[in-house]
């Protein structure tokens, strides 16, 4: 008979595998987290939302047609260019809603947060408008109206002028054509029976 060991299987030495198992656990922990900093950095400080300070243009290129081939850049393709986030949108709506939207905001340096109003920043925003309307009262110059109407004035006159000349001529012209009053009086009448007397 051959001699054959009674276990034929393999032996581990499982300590020393447990030992490699929990340090390869350890770095993968600690590579875990490294990246986790580094995705996160430290937490970036955006801006509160604020109105717009421009015009947003969507009627320039309305009933415009233009030419695009392979090499025109993006920007002046057909549609609405983005320049913060490099994109083209082809609608007027889909473009308002992108510019108001989070990932625009955010290429923009702001969070979609709007600053609380207090008590005084409220007071502040009357008195600037109350500012502004006595500004626009100002404006409105007593002696610049007075001028403007009485070149009104002046106009009217004018035209109340040229409505009367021209009665006079229309008046002149009738009369040129009506027969000669010698004439209607050696046939026997006057006129034709109105009361009304030149």
């Given at each position: 008979?051959?001699?054959?060991?009674?276990?034929h299987?393999?032996?581990?030495?499982?300590e020393?595998?447990?030992?490699?198992?929990?340090?390869?656990?350890?770095e993968?922990k600690?590579?875990?987290?490294?990246?986790?900093?580094?995705?996160?950095?430290?937490?970036?400080?955006?801006?509160?939302?604020k109105?717009r300070?421009?015009?947003?243009?969507l009627d320039?290129?309305?009933g415009?047609?233009?030419?695009?081939?392979?090499?025109?850049?993006?920007?002046?393709?057909?549609?609405?260019?983005?320049?913060?986030?490099?994109?083209?949108?082809?609608?007027?709506?889909?473009?308002?809603?992108?510019?108001?939207?989070?990932?625009?905001?955010?290429?923009?340096?702001?969070?979609?947060?709007?600053?609380?109003?207090?008590?005084?920043?409220v007071?502040?925003?009357f008195?600037?408008n109350k500012?502004?309307?006595?500004?626009?009262?100002?404006?409105?110059?007593?002696?610049?109206?007075?001028?403007?109407?009485?070149?009104?004035?002046e106009?009217?006159?004018?035209?109340?002028?040229e409505?009367?000349?021209?009665?006079?001529?229309?008046?002149?012209?009738?009369?040129?054509q009506?027969?000669?009053?010698?004439?209607?009086?050696?046939?026997?009448?006057?006129?034709?029976?109105?009361s009304?007397?030149?």
């Open positions: 008979m051959s001699s054959r060991p009674d276990d299987r393999r032996k581990w030495d499982k020393e595998y447990e030992k490699i198992a929990e340090e390869r656990i350890k993968e600690l590579e875990k987290e490294e990246s986790d900093l580094k995705k996160k950095g430290p937490p970036i400080k955006r801006e509160l939302l109105t300070d421009y015009k947003v243009d320039s290129k309305l415009k047609s233009i030419v695009i081939n392979l090499n025109t850049p993006t920007s002046q393709s057909g549609g609405y260019y983005c320049n913060v986030c490099d994109c083209v949108v082809k609608d007027s709506i889909n473009f308002l809603d992108h510019i108001n939207g989070k990932k625009h905001q955010r290429n923009l340096g702001m969070s979609m947060k709007v600053e609380r109003s207090s008590l005084d920043s007071k502040q925003r008195e600037l500012k502004k309307m006595e500004e626009k009262k100002k404006d409105y110059d007593m002696a610049a109206r007075i001028q403007e109407l009485a070149e009104e004035e106009k009217l006159k004018e035209y109340r002028k409505k009367k000349k021209e009665k006079r001529k229309a008046e002149e012209m009738n009369d040129d009506d027969p000669p009053n010698e004439l209607a009086s050696i046939m026997g009448f006057s006129g034709f029976g109105s009304k007397k030149r």
